[in-house]
């Protein structure tokens, strides 16, 4: 391994060293995407990457993730580097990082740790400071044998003598509790949301959630179409506390735009969990504009992660605008066009220069007029896969109880038509889908990075 040679980080700058396992299954080149991406969080995180050791094996060891003779070497290298930081690329099991402590006398992180890290500096808001606790505390729980090796007792006394309980038990009791108090006051996040969300949905203005990888945009998007202000950098996880805003097309229907946190491949189960009280935004949304960093290598592969994301949240098959961005850095027009013509209700914009904005804007405003039909249902109890499918894809106005039925009153998208049709009991407006309107096509002229 050579070490790189950079100059002297900033003052308060940490020197780190990556390490990744590539496994015989792993393609080389994801797996060098993955450590760039890791990069990239260490930087947003404030440090410097001194250098990147990568090991190939068949599988990774019990005791130290990797080789315990690739362990000391690399020990030996941070100690002669003055590196005072070791990511691993991978989540690491609590054995493993009390064992690599033992051995590079450094501090150990993985993948996980660095991101919570990094949403412990974003987080803003009093939810977001909460769902960043509690993901960390879930985190640790599980950690803590390793942070007591005396597991001694507590003092004794008048009224203590017997078993008592060991250190460790007292802090894995006090974490629990903690979890519990995080969990209570995030079900009232929750509530208030949903109560700001019943507010919204009386006004009947349509809700588009920006979604997307970390990094791809939303936020200058934001930015671009409402004038918000919202912090937005070239680092991964920049925002990542929520922002609506109110935007009027240019055929005067009004929405509210909301900016969410940004994925990532390999983003921990239970952060996610942690932060559904913010994602909830997306699940409830009307319209999700997916919005994708064009000049991005792996763009598909990144596509693929945020759909991962959205099947967690129960909110993939919602109507959706891919919103390819960053055109102004892409050099080959051709796969500006491939990308249009292969997905469907897609357009091309720069938000940072305004450049196909107004595509976007007539791509909403198709995509909206299909929410104004508002229908009344009775549908029979025993339905309750598509009473389920109409909560995931549809918005809920109105829903009552009687007997062996439930009435609901929604709006929903065109293509479930076929399905809601035999128990419309007041259609109203026509269900059959408006036709597709012709747009420019999108053109740009090769550019230079």
């Not at 936020?219 to 918000?228: G, K």
């Amino acid at each position: 391994m050579k070490a790189s040679h950079l100059t002297s980080p900033p003052p308060g700058n940490e020197r780190a060293l990556l390490i990744g396992l590539e496994l015989a299954e792993d393609s080389k080149w994801d797996h060098a995407e993955s450590l760039q991406e890791l990069g990239e969080l260490v930087k947003s995180a404030g440090g410097e990457v001194v250098d990147t050791a990568i090991q190939r094996r068949k599988s990774p060891t019990a005791a130290y993730y990797i080789g315990p003779g690739k362990a000391n070497e690399l020990a030996v290298f941070c100690k002669t580097e003055n590196v005072g930081t070791v990511i691993f690329n991978d989540e690491l099991s609590p054995a493993q990082s009390r064992n690599l402590e033992k051995v590079f006398e450094r501090k150990i992180l993985d993948r996980t740790q660095l991101i919570l890290d990094i949403f412990a500096q974003r987080a803003k808001s009093k939810d977001g400071k909460l769902q960043i606790e509690l993901a960390q505390l879930q985190y640790l729980l599980p950690r803590l044998t390793g942070m007591w090796t005396h597991l001694s007792r507590q003092s004794g006394g008048i009224g203590t003598r017997g078993p008592g309980e060991t250190q460790l038990e007292v802090d894995r009791r006090r974490v629990t509790e903690k979890i519990a108090r995080l969990s209570r006051e995030l079900n009232e996040v929750r509530q208030q949301r949903s109560v700001q969300r019943q507010g919204r949905l009386r006004q009947h203005w349509p809700i588009v959630s920006l979604v997307g990888y970390t990094n791809a945009g939303k936020s200058t998007l934001l930015n671009r179409m409402t004038h918000a202000e919202v912090y937005a950098a070239d680092k991964l996880f920049a925002t990542l506390d929520p922002t609506t805003r109110q935007f009027v097309l240019p055929n005067k229907q009004k929405l509210l735009i909301t900016d969410t946190v940004g994925f990532l491949k390999q983003l921990p189960h239970h952060l996610i969990e942690s932060f559904k009280a913010t994602l909830e935004e997306v699940a409830e949304a009307d319209l999700l504009l997916h919005v994708v960093d064009l000049s991005h290598p792996l763009y598909e592969q990144q596509m693929a992660a945020v759909q991962t994301v959205l099947e967690e949240l129960n909110a993939w098959g919602k109507q959706m605008i891919v919103v390819f961005n960053k055109v102004d850095r892409v050099t080959n027009p051709a796969l500006i066009e491939h990308c249009l013509h292969h997905y469907p209700n897609s357009v091309a914009i720069s938000a940072a220069t305004g450049e196909g904005l107004d595509s976007l804007f007539e791509e909403i405003e198709h995509q909206v007029k299909s929410w104004r039909l508002r229908v009344k249902l009775v549908i029979p109890n025993h339905l309750t896969a598509l009473v389920a499918e109409l909560h995931r894809v549809g918005r809920i106005l109105d829903t009552s109880y009687t007997g062996d039925t439930i009435t609901m009153t929604a709006h929903v998208p065109p293509q479930l038509q076929g399905k809601i049709k035999p128990y419309l009991v007041d259609e109203g407006e026509s269900v059959a889908e408006e036709p597709a309107v012709d747009r420019k096509k999108f053109k740009v002229g090769p550019r230079v990075r």
